[in-house]
């Protein structure tokens, strides 16, 4: 794996921000990674208004429904997607069992190391990738291999846990909403049985409220018990226009409260945006190159640009990840 | 102490009083319209294993998941399935703008009022006429279709609301199985967003917990708003095999109790019954053909033969209508 190098002022910079002081949660301020702001300023007055009884705003409980995006809005997707990661490794641990991959694109690439030719065929060949090595198995035996991997895998520049580079202050978001009696979901375009296995405990989501792309899975009956198994077939692609699909299929109810960040998410924003009475919707724009990554048009498989004009031509709430953002990645307490 | 006696005469209308009014909710019971028995006994005991802190058969909150079928388990499925008659309806209504239906089977049959022959092809003529009744519109509209038509149908032979032909005995185990920390879903052969305007305020089941057949839905935008538009071509089918497959989806863990009452069930059970640590599998017997209907090997659309056979040889809890209800249908509070 080839990324280039950082200067060793970056590394420095961002060893800094890795292990700065947490900021503690005052009594009264459910939001403490977050600086003072306009950001921070709608994301409570929306939470006021929602929950204050006799408002004209109020929201019964049942209807305080927010959906989130996984992918660069709850934790870091760069250089790529962490699940493409993941999707590497499995080739490489695949090998013995596929040696006619060795002259095979897009998988000779990955196993040369060489990365950019492997991808270059954007979304279709990660999705040659993900198929080869996402299905074949049973669920049960998916989860535990996702479970292992993820308890273990490290980020090549950072080298830090994938579970703990997902971000602080949106932790908190997460955790305020739920406090005032929202149902927080995930609604992303990476997998859904990728994601459950850890959801649950770094955020706090459980699996039936995960929302993602996923494979199609057939009942099988082995040894007298019946097992799922997971076919190399796609089933359902939760991205761009998917995502309000995949949000009226699973919950069924329009949320009043939507967090994205790339031209992906920007459809679900629309249809959380299009519904009647009180509405959030909230933009990460990602800005900070010393302790995360800055890119705002373009990322490896997708566009940002029409997501954050849009934002900023509808008054969405926009992030600036480098000034609103005390801290970036998951506070890890000390035991 | 001196207790006056009562008369021996009061002693019995007191007597004949408590045992005539509609079985009423005891603080000590909380299936008052269950009879006294096996199947009964069995529904307690296990929710008290899972739920009593220190027992090895504790099962914490989060993984105490209940799936229920809904045709012939919560509500009644004779002569045939509710949403077939709701078809039926809208079949009449459309026909203004489908004069080709005149000489169109299954069509042609339904609007002569012969639905022997309209129905002669199984599931596949209602899969004809579901998706010609059920798409073409966008989901809030079908939403609204639904509500105005569950409103105010009524069954050809009970005369009453459909959404009053649910069973009260299965009203009180949804009732109770919440009250004891469990997530009660439906998991349903019949359409998703059939039943999702009004489970909420008939089961207490809300929307995000109904899992069902479904069609494809596209986004659109109309006059600058999104909508979901509901398309002739189905997404998934949420019966027998399927049922576990939905399960997975929506859910992501495995239930810990499941309720059904034919063939198209028995995966789920099944597929319940396999997980490790205590399970809870029933199986609706219908034997009252003075109060609903008797029938256990056949039904209109499918057969009931294997799934009650496994639930005898399995030892699964089996009701006996007639014997284990006091009540069948949900009893209505007079204001």
């Given amino acids: ?19 700065q002081v947490a900021p503690r949660a005052r009594a009264d301020d459910p939001l403490p990674s977050w600086n003072d702001g ?12 929602v929950t204050t009884t006799g408002s004209p705003d109020f929201v019964p409980v049942p209807e305080r429904i927010a959906v989130f995006d996984n992918d660069g809005t709850l934790w870091a997707e760069q250089p790529m997607y962490v699940q493409a990661f993941f999707a590497l490794d499995r080739i490489r641990q695949l090998l013995p069992q596929h ?21 270059a065929g954007g979304e279709q060949s990660l999705y040659a990738l993900v198929m080869a090595s996402h299905s074949g198995m049973t669920t049960d035996e ?7 991997w993820i308890a273990t895998a490290k980020h090549p520049i950072t080298r830090r846990r994938y579970t703990d ?40 989501i459980p699996p039936e409220q995960v929302i993602g792309s996923s494979v199609k899975t057939k009942l099988e009956f082995r040894e007298g018990q019946p097992v799922l198994v997971r076919l190399p077939e796609l089933n359902f692609f939760d991205d ?43 933009y990460v724009h990602h800005t900070d190159a010393v302790r995360e990554w800055a890119y705002d048009r373009q990322s490896l498989f997708g566009k940002l640009d029409k997501g954050l004009d849009e934002a900023q031509s509808r ?20 035991p």
């Fill in 1 to 19: 794996m080839a990324f280039k190098r950082r200067p060793a002022c970056v590394t420095f910079l961002l060893f800094v921000a890795l292990f």
């Fill in 165 to 204: 580079m997902v971000y602080q202050p949106m932790l908190e978001v997460l955790a305020f909403f739920r406090a005032q009696g929202f149902k927080t979901y995930i609604v992303s375009g990476g997998g859904i049985e990728f994601m459950r296995p850890w959801t649950e405990a770094v955020y706090g």
């Fill in 99 to 119: 040696p006619e991959w060795k002259d095979q694109e897009p998988f000779a690439s990955v196993l040369r190391g060489d990365l950019k030719t492997a991808l």
């Fill in 142 to 148: 998916f989860e535990k291999i996702v479970k292992d």
């Fill in 38 to 49: 306009p950001a921070k300023t709608a994301i409570l007055d929306f939470v006021a208004k």
């Fill in 240 to 282: 761009k226009a998917g995502k309000p699909v995949g949000i009226n299929l699973h919950i069924g109810r329009r949320p009043i409260a939507a967090f994205g960040n790339s031209d992906g998410d920007l459809p679900m924003l629309q249809w959380t945006a299009a519904g009647s009475g009180p509405r959030f919707c909230l």
């Fill in 315 to 334: 008054g969405w709430t926009i992030v600036n990840m480098k000034d609103d953002w005390k801290t970036i990645y998951r506070v890890i307490e000390k």
